[in-house]
């Protein structure tokens, strides 16, 4: 689900990037003379309604997942979530505005050009801000093709406004150098801001992640262990790993998916005894007795209790689940 929660946001960012550029492209006479103006119009709605499709299941997996905690409050009522409100909260931001936006271009002849226009003016407001959700808020901020795909929304939707007010007649002159000066400083402020905030170490805090969600953080410098901190709960990750078998105990060796720095072994042994010690950054969290049962490896980690089913994918390699819970709940 978190999976599809990232995902999906990057897919709804770039798909509404488009959008707004052809918005911006309609908006000219000039794109008309090489473009049929109903391919780019129908382009642009369609566009705007797959958005659409994406944000719900951006929204509904990053509610359904258990990391966040988030619940259905927290994606309508912005600024008021545990998980890094502030840069949530914008993301609940550009969703309505994105909302109000549909429902007056579906209303639009009831509501009159005027007032549908200055509506939909908002696009350009809900377009920085859902940038800014993304970047601050989003846990693959820091890797390469996140920045891609940041840097492509916002030279193509930078690029298409430029052209769009140099287009603007003489009678708009300090309109355009207006414009033109101020889609340079916001790019450059929100370049600052990335360099200063989100790409720099300590971020996740900063963000006001919860600290029991910090416990599971891996932003820490390059080359330097993650903070020991205790198992979190509700956790339901796929683990990765090896499983080596011998005729007095089976072995497996497995690593959370979501969070690298987490590795758990499992030792069972003929007689039906076993341990699991879970480590995290190869510092060790809890080594604990393991009940092998038909639910799965069970053992406690401090308060937390851990399940863990492994499935044998042959040639030595092994899957699994690792969830997590508080012992005695
Ligand atoms: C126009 C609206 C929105 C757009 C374009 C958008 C896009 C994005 C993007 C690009 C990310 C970064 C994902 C990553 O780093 O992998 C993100 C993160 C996130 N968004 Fe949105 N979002 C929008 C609205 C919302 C709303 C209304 C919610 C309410 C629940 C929400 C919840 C989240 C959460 C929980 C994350 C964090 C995921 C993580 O830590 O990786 N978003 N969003």
Not at 51 to 57: D, E, T
Not at 59 to 66: E, G, H, Y
Request: hydrophobic share 50%.
């Amino acid at each position: 689900m978190w999976y599809a929660t990232r995902a999906s946001g990057y897919t709804a960012l770039v798909l509404l990037s488009a959008s707004v550029v052809l918005g911006v492209l309609t908006s000219s006479r000039e794109s008309r003379r090489g473009w049929p103006r109903f391919v780019v119009q129908s382009l642009h709605r369609n566009l705007s309604l797959l958005v659409g499709v994406f944000l719900v299941i951006h929204i509904l997996t990053s509610v359904i997942d258990p990391f966040a905690k988030l619940n259905f409050v927290d994606a309508f009522v912005p600024f008021i979530a545990s998980y890094r409100p502030l840069w949530l909260g914008l993301g609940v931001v550009a969703f309505e505005l994105l909302i109000a936006i549909t429902a007056t271009s579906l209303m639009r002849h009831r509501l009159g050009w005027r007032s549908w226009r200055f509506v939909h003016l908002f696009a350009y407001a809900s377009w920085p801000i859902a940038v800014i959700h993304g970047v601050g808020t989003g846990t693959d901020t820091k890797l390469v093709w996140a920045l891609a795909l940041v840097a492509l929304c916002l030279v193509a939707v930078i690029a298409a406004l430029i052209w769009r007010l140099a287009l603007a007649g003489p009678r708009f002159t300090a309109l355009r150098v207006l414009g033109i000066a101020g889609c340079c400083v916001a790019t450059a402020v929100l370049v600052a801001w990335m360099a200063a905030g989100p790409l720099e170490h300590g971020w996740a805090k900063a963000a006001g992640t919860p600290a029991d969600l910090l416990a599971g953080s891996v932003d820490t410098p390059a080359g330097t262990a993650a903070p020991v901190a205790a198992l979190s709960t509700g956790l339901n990750d796929p683990l990765v790993g090896s499983l080596v078998r011998s005729a007095a105990s089976a072995t497996a060796t497995l690593t959370d998916s979501r969070d690298r720095t987490l590795q758990v072994v499992i030792v069972a042994n003929a007689d039906g005894s076993g341990t699991l010690t879970v480590t995290r950054s190869g510092a060790r969290l809890c080594v604990a007795p393991a009940t092998i049962g038909n639910s799965g490896v069970t053992g406690q980690c401090g308060a937390v209790l851990a399940t863990i089913q492994v499935v044998d994918q042959g040639n030595g390699s092994a899957s699994g689940t690792l969830a997590t819970q508080k012992a005695g709940s």
